[in-house]
């Protein structure tokens, strides 16, 4: 498993100045609600699509960290971290050239929650289109607004073909919650595609979770003003 791996060798040779990079913190008190697929999907978008990317997995049952040790792809690096270390390894990210950082996070911890959207640009928040989940979707869209960071929620594993997504963003815009325009529906190639250490986007290229993913990624770079791709010379 990482602990704190690549982030400090990227420094060997770059010059980069980091100051573009952007934090997303993917947060949700619910378990299972999608934080993990999210942040494995967003950061290969961004790893694809030549952006220096790591994901900080906060959560001790270290989900993101499994699927980054079976990950055959260099990028996004994955790196295990304690909350408390989390100005230090955003810090040492910065320095060494990251571009992007996803925030991994654990379900009912608040204190983990609340200091990663302190640090982000943008927090999204996975959400089940269920009643259950969109009950408790409450006391995470409270920590945000505790941190005054911009919060999305992203329905998630919504069933295609149904009008049950567009109810819910319908009802959390009601309530004063702010909804992604794009959402993820309930498909085998997000489940499937980790298995191995991938993502949709590369289990099943040109599918439609991969075609879902790459618009919330374009939409989430509109958000932090990040560049959907690097510059060339992050390319070669
Ligand atoms: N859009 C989707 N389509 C199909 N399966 C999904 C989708 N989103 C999540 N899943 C599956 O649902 C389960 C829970 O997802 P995930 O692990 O990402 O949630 P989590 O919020 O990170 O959970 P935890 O709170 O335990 O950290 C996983 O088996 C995952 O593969
Ligand atoms: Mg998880």
Redesign the pocket.
């Known amino acids: 498993m990482w602990t704190c791996g690549h982030i400090l060798v990227w420094s060997c040779g770059r010059v980069d100045t980091g100051q573009g990079m952007k934090t997303i913190a993917i947060i949700?008190q619910?378990?299972?609600?999608?934080?993990?697929?999210?942040a494995v999907h967003l950061a290969t978008a961004a790893a694809l699509s030549g952006l220096t990317t790591a994901i900080i997995d906060l959560?001790p049952?270290g989900?993101a960290a499994s699927w980054g040790d079976r990950r055959r792809a260099g990028e996004p690096e994955v790196i295990s971290g304690q909350a408390a270390r989390l100005p230090t390894l955003i810090e040492a990210a910065q320095a060494n050239g990251a571009d992007c950082i996803i925030l991994?996070t654990?379900?009912n911890a608040d204190q983990t929650a609340l200091r990663a959207a302190s640090v982000a640009d943008l927090v999204l928040i996975?959400c089940r289109a269920a009643m259950f989940d969109l009950e408790a979707i409450k006391t995470t869209l409270t920590l945000a607004q505790i941190a005054h960071k911009p919060a999305y929620v992203v329905l998630?594993?919504v069933p295609p073909r149904s009008g049950i997504g567009r109810e819910a963003a319908e009802g959390l815009t009601r309530q004063g919650a702010q909804v992604a325009p794009v959402m993820?529906?309930?498909?085998?190639a997000?489940?499937h595609g980790?298995i191995d250490g991938r993502t949709a986007q590369e289990f099943e290229p040109g599918g439609k979770?991969a075609e879902e993913i790459a618009e919330l990624y374009r939409w989430a770079c509109g958000r932090v003003d990040m560049p959907a791709s690097a510059p060339a010379r992050k390319v070669a």
């Open positions: 949700s619910k378990g299972g609600a999608g934080k993990t697929t999210l959560d049952q989900t991994d654990a379900p996975p998630n594993a993820l529906s309930q498909r085998v997000f489940a980790v979770a």
